[in-house]
């Protein structure tokens, strides 16, 4: 009779993987320990004899690492191949195959349409509810709380399940379709969008240079004229009536220059942040040219 | 801050942090962004409505705190929860929002700091777990093959999060109800300006993550200008972007099926 993976058992697996990929990260074998904890049930189900499942178990403890949340289509397929594997069909070496060469793909798909965008987008119409509601400013988190956990557990484990019945070549036929990418170039328009609107929004920058000179200013209540200063330069008006906030969109450029072009990492950034605040707090109270004197 | 307040932030520095024992989705992703941390931060300090003025400007400062490749910057949780509990502990010494909002930055710029360093000795330790399962596999114990990544990837865990997490609320509450602190005009105004041109920081990491042609610079420009032209709220702009994705989306199938 063939051997087959229980419900009961992938849905273990399932779960020691969505719930501890991340444990032992490290950089000898990225999520390999986890990958290995995952598999050891469905082996264990799969083998009989000792030299069988740890000839199985040390498959699973090399490199390898995905985004785990979508990722978990590797793990779907690597139990559907181990499975024909106990029944005499495909090779180890092709496991190990197949398990490298998914780990650029789901990863990519991963990182870029999940973590770099679904989850951003969420936060920011979570972040906006709170905003918006001043009397209720926890109904954002809240929300947030609930929706993407659980969202995340049923697609994390549909995507897990499809890899398993699909196999591998399933879904390298989904992924080469090209449907994917429409979805992705949607959802990238939508968080360009939204990510614009958030810039002009929340950064805010100044230069604060405001040059001024004394000079005689009329007092409407007295009818006279009295010593006092005016403005005869503010730098920040002038930009903002040829493009209203003009600043903190070049600030925005310029981290994106420094993170995407320079590989600056975003805590050295921070740091130029900081320095750059400093100096255009400085300026601000400089007697006579700064905003704030 | 307590000691029990102390404590229990400190565990959740720990449980939003990678690979803790709630799992990522709940942890990292959840526990761990600066919108949701704020709000624990508050439950547990009895304040809600103030965490959540800070905590709006630190999750858009860390909109981009993701982990694209595995890279990861820093701790989030160490930065968010500490930045939060620093503007809760020290209110009192400012009288503005936006001096607030700076202080927070202030506390989540140390506590990242601290962050960083722990995840590095966490992902250097991890390392020798890989000796452990290797014994395990060698004698094919299916059983035990939970104990090198969770039984042991959770101790050096805890111990990287909650200790040091202690540590630094430990330090602030000192700070906080020390007599003396007066904070200088200067300082405050430094700091609120420092918290206001953070949010550059997630926007343009973002955007790195989102631009991959020339036309996408013009769209991320049509969504400025929605808000400093037209006024748009964030809400009526996440509205109108739903609504441009969808046609972008219908015109690529139709001209597939043409």
């Known amino acids: 009779m063939a051997k087959t993976v229980s419900s009961k058992t992938l849905r273990n697996s399932f779960n020691q993987w969505f719930f501890w990929n991340g444990c032992s990260q490290q950089a000898e074998s990225m999520l390999g320990l986890a990958f290995g904890q995952s598999m050891a049930p469905v082996i264990e189900e799969l083998y009989d004899s000792k030299e069988d499942k740890a000839a199985a178990l040390k498959r699973h403890i090399t490199l390898f690492n995905t985004e785990s949340q979508v990722g978990s289509v590797c793990n779907g397929i690597a139990i559907g191949m181990e499975e024909q594997l106990a029944n005499g069909l495909g090779t180890p070496e092709s496991i190990q195959e197949a398990k490298v060469a998914l780990i650029g793909p789901t990863s990519a798909i991963g990182d870029s349409l999940w973590v770099a965008t679904i989850i951003p987008l969420l936060l920011t119409i979570c972040l906006t509810l709170s905003q918006s509601m001043t009397n209720a400013p926890w109904i954002g988190p809240v929300l947030y709380m609930a929706v993407y956990p659980l969202g995340t557990y049923l697609l994390s484990w549909a995507i897990f399940r499809t890899g398993y019945k699909a196999g591998l070549e399933g879904v390298q036929q989904f992924m080469a379709s090209g449907q994917l990418d429409k979805i992705m170039e949607a959802v990238t328009i939508l968080g360009l969008i939204v990510v614009g609107g958030l810039t002009a929004s929340f950064v805010n920058a100044n230069l604060n240079l405001d040059i001024k000179t004394a000079t005689q200013v009329f007092d409407a209540a007295t009818q006279t004229y009295t010593d006092g200063v005016i403005s005869v330069f503010n730098l920040d008006n002038l930009l903002n009536s040829v493009f209203p906030k003009i600043v903190p969109l070049a600030l925005t450029l310029l981290v994106y220059n420094l993170y995407a072009k320079k590989n600056w990492k975003p805590i050295a950034i921070m740091g130029l942040i900081l320095v750059l605040a400093i100096v255009v707090t400085a300026i601000g109270f400089i007697p006579g040219i700064g905003a704030f004197r | ?258």
């Open chain 2, 1 to 258: 801050m307590s000691v029990l307040q102390m404590i229990l932030i400190a565990l959740f520095v720990y449980l939003g942090a990678i690979g803790s024992i709630v799992g990522n989705s709940i942890g990292w992703y959840c526990l761990g962004r600066p919108l949701v941390a704020s709000f624990v931060v508050g439950l547990i300090m009895g304040d809600v409505q103030t965490a959540m003025l800070v905590g709006v400007p630190l999750q858009i400062a860390y909109l981009a705190n993701v982990t694209p490749g595995g890279a990861v910057a820093w701790d989030l949780s160490f930065a968010t929860y500490i930045g939060t509990a620093t503007a809760l502990a020290l209110k009192g010494t400012v009288d503005s929002t936006p001096a607030l909002i700076g202080l927070a930055f202030t506390g989540a710029g140390l506590g990242g700091v601290v962050g960083g360093t722990m995840w590095g000795i966490h992902y250097s330790l991890d390392v020798f777990l890989n000796r452990w399962a290797e014994r395990l596999a060698d004698q094919g114990e299916t059983r035990k093959m939970w104990m090198p990544n969770l039984l042991g990837g959770q101790a050096i865990g805890f111990l990287t999060r909650f200790v040091p997490a202690f540590a630094v609320l430990a330090a602030i509450s000192a700070a906080g109800t020390s007599s003396g602190l007066n904070i200088p005009g200067w300082f405050i105004t430094g700091i609120s300006t420092f918290g206001s041109m953070m949010a550059a920081l997630g926007m343009g990491i973002i955007l790195s993550f989102l631009v991959k042609k020339g036309v996408h610079w013009a769209i991320f420009l049509a969504g400025f200008v929605l808000v400093t032209y037209f006024g748009l709220n964030t809400m009526a702009i996440a509205i109108v972007g739903a609504i441009v994705a969808f046609i972008v989306y219908a015109i690529g199938n139709r001209q597939e099926a043409l």
